[in-house]
């Protein structure tokens, strides 16, 4: 058996359902990031896979700013969740309640 | 390369450098004036840009283009940075460190959004839509004793990050059939995809990214508490400049890169324009925060600028520029009046101590109570903002409206709907002068206010305060000149 295109896919849609399911059930704020991460990187293999199979580079270089875009933003998402650990001693989703109706 | 289009880009990006450089050096005590070096540097970029126009075309291989309606949101991008510098020199005692870090975020988010004004490729796209969104994490948390700004932050955060996750999602589907990253390219081919699911289900995805950038339902869940716990400035920026941001990606996705799907998209618009002039306008009503109920009152506007793109014509697109233009001067105008008048009041800066949980409770609506008497100028400002948002003629608000439902109404003999959303928009204008005008109850006719003092207000805001009625009564009185302006912008987005 080869591995084709669909293969790679596959694999994708699942890691991105994966990912999406975990920022849906988990209240960890840090678990939340990862599944957010996950997403981004079943993003990632799907374009380099539609690269690799439709002969044009412009997704693999795609994924490069993607890569950095998400690297930068985790710096600031974990900035952000240290900074509110220090304040309020929590990283539960569900211990946001200061800013409600 | 043609490396005279970026001029805009180039100065904004080395004045931020300057500026952070410029703290190294500056004794504390006069950081905050940098913010005015600042408004003076994007003044002089502003005015350069209106002498010397930079020449239409494209660079980086066609992924940045320089364009009517790149100019033109480059202008209101700049103008919409300028009066917000001046609101967060106003907020300097409310940030304990790194205001300057403040000012040159502030900037940076703006070479962020003048890059999206101008991008022609979903890479272009995702980067200018990142640096913003990552620069707003930053801004909105600013705040880091108040709790009330970390939870925005980690909230703006959570959802912006799982907005970029669909996005990007979406823009590998739409490569993978496509074929391609640009904009021109992607048009050509678009055509033959109109009823393909997985390239409309990817299309979707960017759609949902954009839709989060411009809070229009089933997008907009963070919008009320980011606004409400954000500091001032930024919610301001976040209303005006990020808001319009998304639009102008959104007119570009929709218009350039698949013109042929949106002309079948027009139902899907109308449903979701409706649903969140809808919602924003009811949720607005039982609020008691202003920030809070301008928080919503901005997911109804996005809802009105989305019926005008879901006219899908040219005299749509350019209601929505005008729209914008109105809507820039008008929440900018009721901003600085919010952020001076709430932070005169004492204890605005409370430690978000566990009994009451970093609440502001000072900025609830009767905080404005008496203002009339406090400063006229602020009270006058801040009442004709609220008047023009809730569409009274003569203001800005009204005009861009009319051109909005005018927009649609032409293309209603075709289709129906059209009829259904213009009604709808139109009950939800009423509504909209039920709160607006308790808010102005508030200011004008609260019994007993607590706090007579006078409010100071500085030379710099009394310009920027005049400014703003200068724009919304010029606006509303006096269209056609930037009636014109919008109609250029376009002509080129629909040829």
Known sequence: MTIGLNHYLVVSIMLFCVGLFGVIVRRNLLVIYMGLELMLNAANLALVAFSRFNDNLDGQVFVFFIITVAAAEVAVGLALIVALYRKRQTVHAEDLTTLRL | ?495
């Open chain 2, 1 to 495: 390369m043609n490396l005279l289009l970026l001029v805009h880009e180039w100065s904004v990006i080395a004045l931020a450098l300057a500026l952070l450089l410029a703290d190294l050096w500056l004794p504390l005590s006069s950081k905050r004036k940098l913010g005015y070096a600042a408004v003076a540097g994007l003044v002089v970029i502003l005015l350069y840009g209106i002498i010397k126009p930079p020449p239409y075309g494209t660079t980086f291989g066609g992924m940045y283009v320089m364009d009517g309606l790149a100019l033109f949101f480059k202008r209101f991008f700049i103008s919409a940075a300028i009066l917000v510098l001046l609101m967060s020199v106003e907020f300097a005692d409310h940030i304990e460190t790194g205001i300057a870090e403040y000012y040159a975020l502030i900037l940076f988010a703006l070479s962020g959004m003048l890059f999206a004004s101008s991008a022609n490729d979903f890479s272009l796209l995702f980067v200018s839509l990142e640096l913003i969104t990552v620069t707003f994490y930053v801004l909105t948390s600013f705040q880091r004793a108040r709790l009330a700004s970390l939870e925005a932050g980690v909230k703006y955060l959570i959802i912006g990050a799982l907005s970029t996750g669909f996005t990007v999602f979406g823009i590998a589907l739409v490569y993978g059939l496509g074929k391609t990253l640009n904009f021109g390219q992607l048009a050509a081919v678009a055509g033959q995809f109109k009823s393909n699911p997985v390239f409309l289900f990817g299309l979707l995805l960017v759609l949902t990214g954009l839709g989060f950038k411009i809070a229009a339902f089933p997008f907009q869940i963070w919008a009320p508490d980011v606004y409400q716990g954000a500091p001032s400035p930024t919610t301001a920026f976040l209303a005006v400049g990020s808001k319009a941001a998304g639009f102008v990606l959104l007119l570009r996705v929709l218009f350039t890169a698949v013109p042929q799907i949106a002309l079948e998209w027009s139902r899907l618009l109308i449903v979701i324009s409706a649903i969140t002039i809808l919602y924003g306008n009811l949720c607005a009503i039982p609020q008691r925060n202003i920030k809070r109920l301008l928080g919503y009152s901005s997911i109804a506007h996005a809802g009105y600028m989305l019926l005008g793109i879901s006219a899908l014509s040219a005299a749509g697109q350019s209601a929505v520029l005008y729209y914008l233009s109105g809507y820039l001067v008008t929440v900018l105008g009721a901003f600085t009046v919010i952020c001076i008048a709430l932070q005169s009041r004492p204890a605005e800066r409370d430690e978000g101590g566990p009994s009451h949980g970093g609440l502001d409770f000072n900025e609830d609506i009767s905080s404005l109570a008496g203002l009339n008497q406090r400063s006229p100028l602020l009270a006058a400002t801040i009442t004709l903002a609220l008047v023009s948002l809730a569409g009274i003629p003569p203001l800005a608000g009204f005009l861009g409206k009319f051109l909005l439902f005018k927009a649609a109404l032409a293309q209603a003999p075709a289709q129906h709907a059209y009829y259904w959303l213009v009604a709808i928009a139109i009950a939800g204008v009423v509504i909209s002068i039920y709160y607006y005008f308790g808010l102005i109850r508030a200011i004008y006719w609260s019994k007993d206010p607590a706090d007579l003092s006078p409010i100071r207000t500085s030379i710099p805001i009394r310009i920027s305060l005049c400014a703003c009625i200068i724009g919304m009564l010029y606006l509303g009185i006096r269209p056609n000149l930037f009636v014109k302006f919008a109609a250029d912008a376009i002509q080129k987005l629909t040829s």
